[in-house]
Antibody
């Protein structure tokens, strides 16, 4: 069964760093571009970063550029998000999402349930 | 960056109603436009991609269309399982979501 599962969320103090993971199963992880999308509770969705299937191409939203690094380990079927200097406004549920291929290109055809990050002193 | 203005923000409807949700793009957008449904506390689910192509397993009462820069999601006969929040999403060099439309039971 195709599945994405995020982990690593929790409470983090402002200015500290965090790392999130997304474990993939049930599909050929190394052939898909992957993304992180976050959602402030009760609010909408915000795309924050993407990484190509082989990890050679990354892209970041302006709101997190310089503080966020996305990476992947295809041998472990895992996607990562590293965020430094976290801010109160980074409090959100962080979803990993798979970008579809061919006809599904530029849409997210598989999502994880998300992991909650709370930035608080 | 392209902005997607989604409306309405909230919509009250009854089972059997037909409803329409729109997303207006701030500039010309190609056909990389998708619609998602999200139930409270769960991940979004892809409904439609490339403006009008129904994702596998999605009921045919859902449909998508475009006129100029206005994209539309239509549900032809609302069912109990259709209540939730709907988002549009575009890609044109950057990734943008609409603000969401919450579909509630009247």
């Amino acid at each position: 069964q195709v599945h994405l599962a995020e982990s690593g969320g929790g409470v983090v103090q402002p200015g500290r760093s965090l790392q999130l993971s997304c474990a993939a199963s049930g599909f050929t992880f190394g052939t898909f571009s992957m993304h992180w999308v976050r959602q402030v509770p009760g609010k909408g969705l915000q795309w924050i970063t993407s990484i190509s299937f082989d990890g050679t191409i990354t892209d970041y939203a302006d709101s997190v550029k310089g503080r966020v690094t996305v990476s992947r380990d295809n041998s472990k079927h895992t996607l990562y998000l590293h965020m430094t200097r976290v801010r109160l406004e980074d409090t959100a549920v962080y979803h990993c999402a798979r970008e579809g291929r061919t006809t599904h290109l530029r849409s997210f055809d598989l999502w994880g349930p998300g992991t909650m990050v709370t930035v608080s002193s | 960056d392209i902005q997607m203005t989604q409306s309405p923000s909230t919509l009250s409807a009854s089972v059997g109603d037909s409803l329409t949700i729109t997303c207006r793009a701030s500039q010309t957008v190609n056909r990389w436009l998708a619609w998602y449904q999200q139930k409270r506390g769960t991940a979004p689910k892809l409904l439609i991609y490339k403006v009008s192509i129904l994702e596998s397993g999605v009921p045919s009462r859902f449909s998508g269309s475009v006129s100029g820069t206005e994209f539309t999601l239509t549900i032809s006969s609302l069912q109990p399982d259709d209540f939730g929040t709907y988002y549009c999403q575009q890609y044109n060099g950057d990734w943008t979501f609409g603000q969401g439309t919450k579909v509630e039971i009247k």
